[in-house]
């Protein structure tokens, strides 16, 4: 009886707080609970493989330098903006058929009041599978840290001696690991991989004066990705690619995309994001289309990309928000050794 009271007393003052964000920290919180959103999400994932999978690290056989920039559902208030940067190569300065690499990312993730900083570092160990190098077969290991962070003072309240919200803000920072196996042709890929293996860590307290705030902790999430490279003609070619996410507390979700590179230089398509009921079915309220994606990448050298994607809500939040925007830089260190015979299309 003592504790149903105790939670009658948390509920009360959280109806009388009036929140900044209201709206959209609501359906912030809908869309990680009932679509597996909690992990970061970037349309342009397909050209930085380390953010989904460690064991990418050094696929590309050069030093590859990668930034990105994330600003979902433009014009709501508090709407999640995403921003990273990464660093992955070869451990060996020559090129290696079987060997080490390495890779090092740093992303900031803020949705409304909640904030996330994480540094990773990945290891991965990839083996020759034929004397050409062609076919490679990577395992990887992430290890990292995240800070949480609870924004108080993005918060307005009804009754300033509100308990149940901190006036500044609760930090906490939580250790973090990921695992990937990569297997890769120079016109095939397939891609799995586990992030936020520490997520049910219980060494890391998700509290304030007694009060839990354990939800802003990400879940488990699997990964499971493969896509091919078909030529269409001598100046065209066509990466069909599908990838399945699944923290398997809600709907699963998959990608669709399909990319036309032509005359090796110049990237266009798109994808189409859906949720299906694999492993829990989806609330009656809930829709199963989630997102509509345009994407242009353009390589300007042998050594420089960018990128840009747009995403287009197809659901009921279509007419609430302006979309989604999403650029990326990417940057290739070319050594004398380094060699295009077989390109890296993934």
Known sequence: MGSDK?????KLPIMRVRIKYGLAFLLLLVTLRTAAQQQVQFSQYAFNGLAVNPAYAGYKDAWYFNSIYRHQWTGFAGAPRTGGVSIDGPLQARRSSTGPGLGLQLMADIQGPQQAFSLYGSYSYRIALDEENTRRLCFGLGVGVTQYRLDGAALQYLDSEDPVFPGGGVNTISPDAQFGIYYHTPSFFLSLSVLNLLSSYTGTRYSWKGYDYSNIRKTQHLYLATGCMLPLSDHVQLKPSIMIKDDFKGPSNIDLNAMLLIERVFWIGGSY???????????????????A????????SEKFRMGY????????LAG?????????IGLLFLSKKYSTASPRYF
């Open 6 to 10: 105790k939670k009658m007393m948390i």
């Open 273 to 291: 994001r859906t949720s299906v009921p694999i492993w829990k079915n989806l609330e009656n309220h809930l829709e199963t289309a989630n997102a």
């Open 293 to 300: 994606s345009a994407m242009v990448e353009y390589y300007i």
């Open 309 to 316: 994607a747009y995403d287009l809500n197809i659901n009921k």
């Open 320 to 328: 609430t928000q302006g979309g989604s925007h999403e650029i990326s």
